[in-house]
């Protein structure tokens, strides 16, 4: 059956608010640096007026980077999430329109409003997640169905769905109903502590691809070995990349593995580096490349993004990077 999106991705649409703070500035940051930590709408609103500096704004969430990033890259894309028929929320989707996102799956909410994630990056180039999920929280099971899955040849989740379980699992299962191979990217190491009594059953079940950075291979595997988490995840699905950041990935299909490099550059904010990452390697890997060659796209696609602020590439980038698809 002949599917008009080569993918279609589920998660939560937010609008990213991006600051680069000194690092005296996070022992006021409740929580620990790095990762993501939800918070509810007022403590964000509070957190946010207390950043020493401007903030930029930009459409983001896990799942939706990557799927501009496939659309970019020339991958016919739609995407699942809920956003309010609030200024962020119009703002939102009309930034997915731009970079040739079908939001015609996207649910709205009248008295939600649209997520939001506070991004403080510090001078080390690492990002500090706090988000509220907003209307992306309220998309509900019975609003989504296989027609949803249907006209896709694969499906790319984000970890952070897991905070729903009833909805996971809902989403899963119609993706393979409706016949798509599916993605996992596990989001953040609390994405894993919080899922541990039903990843690796979700894993074995749905999953096809695996994407871990090293602080959620830690956490699932209990090591600090990528190549033991790499080992570990392989278990359970049949593609699995933990991805190093400068020290490149581990790839591995099958029998097959590999390790990708990654492309040095200077890192400015690196908002968005795994999500786009994924994005290079889940076209190579749907259009039939071998790990190295999807891998390397990924390193391209993650370099790119962390030489500039929030998780959209610029144009000038994005042409420089589809005039070297072919080599």
Not at 145 to 153: H, L
Not at 167 to 175: D, G
Request: glycine share 10%; charged share 20%; hydrophobic share 45%.
């Amino acid at each position: 059956m002949a599917r008009p999106f080569d993918i279609v991705g589920v998660g939560s649409p937010l609008v990213d608010m991006i600051a680069h703070v000194p690092e005296s500035y996070m022992s006021s940051v409740p929580g620990a640096k790095g990762g993501m930590e939800l918070l509810d709408a007022a403590a964000l609103d509070a957190l946010v007026a207390s950043v020493p500096v401007e903030l930029l704004r930009a459409p983001g969430g896990s799942s939706a980077n990557t799927i501009v990033g496939m659309a970019r890259l020339g991958a016919s894309a739609s995407f699942i999430g809920k956003v309010g028929t609030d200024p962020s929320g119009k703002f939102y989707l009309s930034s997915a329109t731009q970079q040739n996102v079908d939001t015609s799956y996207i649910r709205t909410s009248d008295s939600v409003p649209t997520g939001a994630c506070l991004s403080l990056v510090t001078p080390d180039s690492e990002r500090t997640c706090r988000t509220n999920l907003g209307a992306a929280m309220t998309l509900a099971p019975d609003e989504l169905s296989a027609a949803d899955f249907i006209s896709a040849r694969h499906a790319h989740i984000e970890g952070y769905v897991l905070f729903n379980r009833d909805l996971a699992r809902h989403v899963l299962e119609l993706a393979k109903s409706a016949g798509c191979s599916v993605s996992l990217d596990l989001a953040s190491f609390e994405v894993v502590e919080a899922n541990r009594d039903v990843l690796d059953e979700l894993l074995d079940k749905y999953v096809d691809v695996v994407f871990a950075n090293e602080d959620e291979a830690r956490a699932h595997c209990g090591s600090n070995d990528p190549q033991v988490a790499l080992d570990t995840l392989a278990e359970h699905c049949r593609v699995v990349a933990v991805k190093l950041g400068p020290e490149g990935a581990l790839l591995r299909a099958g029998s097959e593995s590999t390790r990708a490099g990654a492309d040095r550059v200077q890192a400015i904010d690196t908002t968005g580096a795994g999500d786009l990452w994924a994005a290079g390697f889940l076209y190579g890997w749907l259009n039939g490349w071998d790990l190295s060659r999807a891998g390397a796209l990924g390193a391209k696609l993650g370099a790119a993004v962390v030489q500039q602020s929030g998780a959209v590439i610029s144009d000038s980038k994005w042409n420089n990077i589809g005039a070297r698809l072919d080599e």
